[in-house]
């Protein structure tokens, strides 16, 4: 017994065998499963038990480097040469049977009904939506002729409240006026758009916080709206792992979903594995960037898109679907559409190409509001 009065501990170097995470590969302990699992890796061709973290590799650099050195850094860099061809999970599980697309099409600016019924004949079975894009009669416009040939369950609609609707009764009258626009009973995904509260009567340009309401009474509305068959599922955006986490201390009903920022230049690693481990999935805005000239661009993503046959657009959605992030790509033409979608479930990229991207992680973010904070 040590002087403190606590017994040391007898299990020092030892795998828990309960654990998921024990090592797989015959080592006695922790410290020795690096090694072995990049040579496990390197045998499996980059299987999807090759890494650690939160997403299917890859693990720390350091780590990495030291087990590759063990285990034969050329030979596992060599069965990871290329990517797996063969059909990925297209859906993440919801509670209660449901599914989450891992790739819909965003409607912020979008004008016209050709764009949305483009998504719709390519594949895309995810709209996102939001009552502050102003846009969402005319989304009820595009899908009306598809919601006529094809069951309701076939098309996955997602909608927001905003800023200035975050009074309990402001918020049921925003997701009510939504629900009428886009011409359907209910949405499948209703979020809180911002964590920020502003008075009613503030705009984009002129706000003011409303102190008045809480995130829990707004939250309180939004369960509310599942109670009523208003919406099968409520979520959130644009929420810290504080935030969220405060949430869901007091949440009669839980999130399912956080939509933030997410793209090789903005990893955010503790805020994605903090909301899988509350069983929150993520949501990814802007996963390719802002513009064409940052990640699309950028001579890595090139290079490793030209090595795989594929668009740098497809290569960058891969990278966080992958890691069980759906995706919200921004798309102008049609033939973009149709790219983003086309092949995305039938690959894989490797552990060493994630890697790559990965190593593009600077904190940078595209959207960054100067009255939100993003402090945690």
Avoid at 138 to 153: C, F, K, M, N, T
Avoid at 288 to 314: M, N, Y
Avoid at 348 to 376: C, E, I, M, P
């Amino acid at each position: 017994m040590s002087a403190d009065g606590c017994q040391k501990p007898t299990w020092t170097g030892k795998p828990f065998s309960y654990l998921m995470h024990q090592p797989a590969s015959g080592t006695s302990s922790y410290r020795d499963a690096p090694a072995a699992n990049v040579e496990r890796a390197a045998s499996a061709g980059g299987g999807a038990q090759a890494a650690t973290g939160v997403w299917d590799g890859p693990a720390p650099r350091t780590q990495l480097r030291g087990a590759a050195a063990a285990a034969g850094g050329a030979a596992a860099a060599e069965g990871e040469a290329e990517a797996v061809n063969e059909r990925q999970p297209d859906a993440v599980p919801l509670p209660g049977g449901g599914r989450l697309p891992l790739i819909g099409y965003g409607t912020y600016k979008v004008d016209s009904v050709d764009p949305i019924r483009t998504a719709l004949e390519a594949g895309y079975c995810h709209l996102d939506c939001a009552s502050v894009y102003d846009n969402e009669a005319l989304v009820g416009e595009a899908i009306s002729p598809w919601l006529q040939q094809h069951e309701r369950d076939s098309l996955f609609l997602t909608t927001k409240i905003w800023n200035n609707a975050h009074r309990p009764d402001l918020a049921r009258k925003s997701a009510l006026q939504s629900l009428k626009d886009l011409g359907v009973d209910k949405v499948d995904l209703l979020l809180m758009h911002w964590p920020n509260a502003w008075t009613p009567e503030s705009t984009n340009d002129s706000h003011q916080p409303d102190t008045t309401v809480t995130v829990l009474d707004t939250w309180r509305a939004m369960e509310q709206l599942v109670d009523e068959g208003k919406a099968a599922y409520i979520g959130v955006s644009n929420f810290s792992e504080k935030a969220l986490m405060a949430l869901l201390s007091e949440a009669r009903i839980k999130p399912v979903a956080n939509q933030i920022e997410l793209h090789p230049l903005l990893a955010q690693r503790r805020l994605v594995g903090a909301c899988l481990r509350q069983g929150v999935v993520c949501i990814a805005y802007g996963p390719l960037g802002h513009s064409k000239t940052d990640l699309l661009a950028s001579p890595g993503v090139v290079a490793l898109a030209e090595s795989l046959g594929r668009s740098p657009a497809q290569v960058l959605l891969r990278w966080n679907v992958q890691r069980g992030v759906a995706v919200l790509p921004k798309a102008s033409s049609a033939g973009h559409v149709k790219d983003n979608i086309e092949g995305l479930f039938d690959w894989r990229l490797t552990y060493d190409q994630k890697a790559q991207l990965d190593a593009l992680d600077q904190g940078k973010r595209f959207v960054d509001n100067d009255w939100h904070s993003w402090d945690d």
